[in-house]
């Protein structure tokens, strides 16, 4: 089978207007899904190139109607066979085509599963239906926006080709859930049965999510309050699926890289928070780890523990990181400044030059991006500050569990920051205030959904003081590793991600070989083929029937 040329066209010109009235054009985060998956495609800058691809990703352009020429070469392509995707938008052509749209400003969930492998109704914060109001155009309409009178995803007939215009904005929709709709500058709103207060007057990044406390909640069997769905990695399969299947329609594929390495099934981590930095806490941390031979990342706060105990920590394998610290109850402060020297103050207490991650004390967060451009300017490559800062919004509270790069604000040209955010689900587990163990169960199942990162995060002193909560940490790393996880901590992860990112998929070779160009290991990647059928020697990955593939001899290495 042969690989699908896949393009994305963005209209840059007007892009650089959007941006220039301070308006976001979060359109251009579908290249960070299309990358997460390691999707081979090209970008596309000019309309004359349109007719070199199988299918084409319009993820922005003008809807004025001085894009008339644009339009003319749209429905040009897709009249001699080309397939065109879209995520919402596409208002250029909607009258020519016969239809109207519809603007839904609230939240609501988008039933998939009667043409996709979604079994869960997908939650959305907006959407802009069409309705076809003609009687000659063939289309048909697949999935429902329930409690709308409206379609899901519109697929149209034009000549040789097809329109498929989904009804959600799926980027946007990702982004949004990722890190929220607007800058945190006020206490987000809590939940209503007193689970999560987190209208305290401090700023969380926990402030901006956007789910529901009603209609996103479930509980465990002992009452545990939880969000259970993974909504912005789903969306991310739903796009990977859709475009897959669209492929398929024209006898193609799109071959992918699987997220982890060979020899790693499931992905999980621990991390800690030094908060009080007592001594014995950290050793009790330690001894407990050794025991069940687990290395985790150490975020630090100041003042910190004794000096042989970094070097023990060292020594066993674990990562320290930064726990910056800008809460004012603990003397700490939100600025440029403190982050610097807080960071300078830990390389020099610990003897570590290179620190890669941090994670905010007591999730602190302000504004959009500032904070993320801290981290690019002093070398904090991983961050773990999005997660619960309370036992009622733990789980998937930010709709995802993949480490993923965060978009900035209109005012930064919506770049994506060079931070690699890797959330945590709860914290602390059996302590007397907060979850108990019952949520380790559901939690891995959900990662293991979507193949993330099941990162859980426990607090030495916690772990010393409260009997439960060391049961909880090797419960949890009991039954992580019985279900196939592994343990990595956070530089791993980051370095692994990075790395994988640097690979690109080329082609496929005439014997059925994926072309690889990149510095890679190429034993330890997992080059997955999407097949229309399943059989003994396919897997499923991201709802799809894949081969494993093989890997061509003549990659291409780039220094």
Not at 54 to 79: F, G, M, R
Not at 399 to 410: L, V
Not at 458 to 480: D, G
């Amino acid at each position: 089978m042969k690989m699908a040329r896949l393009g994305v066209l963005f209209d840059r010109e007007e892009a650089e207007k959007q941006w220039g009235r301070g308006n976001n054009v979060f359109e251009c985060y579908v290249y960070e899904i299309l990358d997460h998956f390691r999707l081979p495609y090209q970008k596309i800058d000019s309309l004359e190139q349109l007719n070199s691809f199988d299918l084409l990703i319009v993820a922005q352009c003008s809807d004025t109607e001085a894009t008339q020429a644009t339009q003319a070469k749209i429905l040009n392509y897709v009249e001699s066979g080309g397939i065109v995707i879209a995520y919402g938008g596409l208002n250029n052509l909607k009258d020519k085509l016969g239809f109207k749209s519809q603007h839904i400003s609230t939240a609501g969930y988008a039933e998939l599963s009667t043409f996709l492998n979604q079994q869960t109704p997908l939650r959305y914060l907006q959407a802009e239906p069409w309705t076809y109001e003609g009687t000659e155009l063939s289309h048909s309409q697949l999935g429902t926006l329930l409690n709308e009178d409206a379609y899901a995803l519109q697929r149209i007939q034009h000549g040789k080709g097809s329109i498929e215009r989904w009804a959600v904005p799926i980027p946007q929709t990702i982004v949004a859930m990722q890190q929220g709709t607007a800058p945190v500058t006020l206490d987000g709103i809590p939940a209503p049965d007193g689970s999560a207060n987190i209208d305290e007057d401090i700023l969380k990044a926990d402030d901006g999510f956007e789910l529901d406390w009603d209609l996103d909640r479930i509980f465990t069997q002992t009452g545990m309050p939880y969000f259970p769905h993974p909504y912005a990695d789903l969306w991310r399969e739903v796009i990977l699926e859709h475009l897959v299947k669209c492929a398929m329609d024209k006898q193609l594929t799109i071959p992918l890289i699987d997220y982890w390495p060979t020899d790693v099934k499931h992905m999980a981590m621990i991390s800690h928070d030094s908060d009080l930095n007592v001594d014995e806490s950290a050793q009790i941390t330690l001894d407990t780890l050794k025991s069940e031979n687990v290395q985790s990342t150490w975020c630090m706060i100041a003042p910190g523990y004794n000096a042989s105990i970094y070097e023990q920590i060292k020594k066993d394998g674990h990562e320290i990181a930064l726990h910056y610290n800008a809460l004012e109850q603990d003397d700490g402060i939100w600025s440029q400044e403190a982050f610097e020297a807080q960071l300078t103050w830990l390389q020099q207490s610990t003897k570590v030059e290179n620190i890669i991650s941090n994670k905010n004390h007591y999730t602190r967060f302000e504004g959009w991006g500032e904070f993320f451009v801290w981290c690019e300017k002093y070398g904090i490559e991983a961050d773990q500050s999005r997660g619960p800062s309370k036992r009622g919004n733990i789980g998937f509270l930010f709709g995802t569990c993949q480490p993923y790069f965060p978009m900035a604000w209109a005012d930064e040209k919506n770049r994506l920051y060079d931070v690699l955010e890797i959330g945590f689900l709860t914290q602390d587990l059996n302590h007397h205030t907060l979850a108990d163990a019952t949520v380790i169960e559901p939690f891995l199942e959900g990662v293991k959904r979507v193949n993330g990162v099941a990162h859980f995060l426990f607090h030495q002193i916690h772990i010393y003081q409260q009997q439960p909560v060391r049961e909880a940490i090797v419960q949890l790393i009991h039954t992580a590793k019985q279900q196939g996880f592994s343990f990595w901590t956070s530089k791993q992860i980051n370095n692994w991600v990075r790395g994988r990112r640097k690979v690109e998929i080329i082609g496929i070779s005439d014997l059925g070989e994926i072309e690889l160009k990149g510095n890679i290991y190429e034993d330890k990647l997992v080059v997955l083929l999407p097949v229309s059928a399943e059989t003994s020697q396919t897997v499923k990955r991201f709802g799809l029937n894949c081969k494993i593939a093989s890997i061509a001899n003549h990659i291409l290495k780039e220094a």
